[in-house]
């Protein structure tokens, strides 16, 4: 007799069980891969930079980095999506950067494809949440940023092109600049000399913003000052400056300080005009000046080699330079040329005990303007070295060498 077979209490195993692992066919859509299919399989973010390193289109740019910066799609587990959104945005930066070396080194080539392939990366990096102004800005060139490099590779002024160029559109992306970037351009105006470029950056936003207190005064945002530097032949470093700055009075009595930077003789200088606002004074060089003293100074700036400097600062009354300028063409007023021009104002800045540096305390050395006798007009309400529309102009005469005469031997 035979007994059908009673399922045991509690048997999990159901009536009808699937068939065995074993019994299953491999599916012809998964049996037919190859290696290689499979790696592309598993990492759909391959084939970034050519290995090559040549420069890339801006067509390319964009379908190389269309599906790197697609955002991935929403997984069932929030760790595995984080997962492959961190992924994906690493692919982005790593491919971003090789595409900004790409436009470095090849910046004097095709500029509008430069600033194309520029604009493809910042969308790019925008959809990874990657900050591309903080990509710009690593220094993951060869120990430099981006933007030095393209200061180092740019091109003389009189042989730019006109209009938009690759470091001025590194320089809009990249803001705001930290410290360091600022600090790293200012190396690399001065390891190619490039005077002319340094001022030009002084008008950019990004470079060299006015604080919010002169942007009030002046209605601007970049300083607004004109600075102009002739080296002087011969073996001494000599060098003069001439500097018109605007509206100089009421800058020195609201935000007590004016700052002009310049490049000569491998060092990058800063001449400042200020208002000792220190309750103890203020030290300068050898001596101290008390609270409330108006002072020019001069300072070394970081990346100059130390030096010894006789200098001085010559502010003319502004009558003296229209009277060497009369000519028929330029015809000035009956009164006028019966005025008697003032006396120039002259102030020597030099260094004595130890040569200027660019940090510590022989970093700065100045005079104060009472130091000349007609110096301290300059605090004063109609003053006649004021030109009208409330401008100073002046000159920075100097020499590289050490002189302990009383008396200034300038150019």
């Not at 859509?29 to 970034?48: C, V």
């Not at 009421?250 to 007590?256: D, E, G, L, Y």
Request: proline share 8%.
């Amino acid at each position: 007799m035979i007994v059908d077979k009673l399922p045991l209490p509690e048997d999990p195993t159901p009536n009808e069980a699937p068939p065995s692992y074993d019994d299953v066919e491999p599916s012809p859509s998964r049996a037919g891969y190859s290696s290689d299919e499979k790696a592309n399989q598993r990492n759909p973010y391959l084939s970034p930079i050519s290995p090559t390193g040549s420069a890339t289109s801006p067509t390319q740019t964009t379908s190389l980095l269309s599906a790197k910066g697609k955002s991935p799609a929403k997984a069932s587990s929030s760790w595995f999506g984080f997962g492959q959104a961190s992924r994906a945005a690493k692919e982005v930066k790593t491919t971003v950067l090789g595409l900004i070396r790409d436009v470095v080194q090849n910046a004097d080539a095709d500029v509008s494809s430069c600033i194309s392939i520029l604009e493809s990366c910042s969308d790019a990096c925008r959809a990874q949440n990657v900050p591309f102004n903080t990509v710009l800005q690593e220094k993951s060139i060869e120990g430099h940023s981006p933007i030095y490099w393209a200061i180092v590779k740019r091109p003389p002024v009189e042989q730019a092109q006109v209009g938009p160029d690759v470091l001025s559109s590194l320089l809009s992306m990249a803001a705001p600049l930290t410290d360091a970037t600022i600090s790293e351009i200012r190396l690399a105006c001065l390891d190619t000399s490039d005077q002319a470029l340094f001022q030009h950056l002084r008008r950019s936003p990004a470079f060299a913003p006015l604080s919010g207190t002169d942007q009030i005064l002046l209605g601007a945002t970049v300083p607004p000052d004109d600075i102009e530097v002739q080296d002087i032949a011969g073996d001494e470093g000599a060098f003069a400056v001439r500097f018109r700055i605007v509206a100089f009075q009421k800058r020195m009595r609201v935000t007590k300080h004016i700052h002009l930077e310049f490049i000569a003789r491998s060092r990058i200088w800063r001449l400042s005009f200020m208002i000792v606002e220190n309750p103890s004074g203020m030290m300068l060089g050898t001596k101290h000046y008390t609270t409330g003293k108006w002072l020019v100074a001069l300072t070394l700036l970081e990346h100059s080699p130390p030096t010894w400097i006789d200098s001085r600062v010559l502010i003319e009354d502004p009558l003296s330079g229209a009277l060497r300028s009369d000519s028929p063409a330029n015809p000035i007023h009956s009164s006028s040329r019966s005025a008697k021009p003032k006396p120039t104002i002259e102030l020597r800045v030099r260094s004595q005990v130890m040569q200027l540096q660019s940090h510590g305390h022989h970093s700065l050395i100045g005079a104060s303007l009472d130091d000349s006798l007609m110096g301290n007009s300059l605090q004063y309400e109609g003053s006649s070295y004021i030109h009208p529309d409330g401008s100073l102009s002046g000159r920075l005469e100097a020499k590289l060498i050490k002189n302990d005469s009383p008396e200034c031997v300038i150019c």
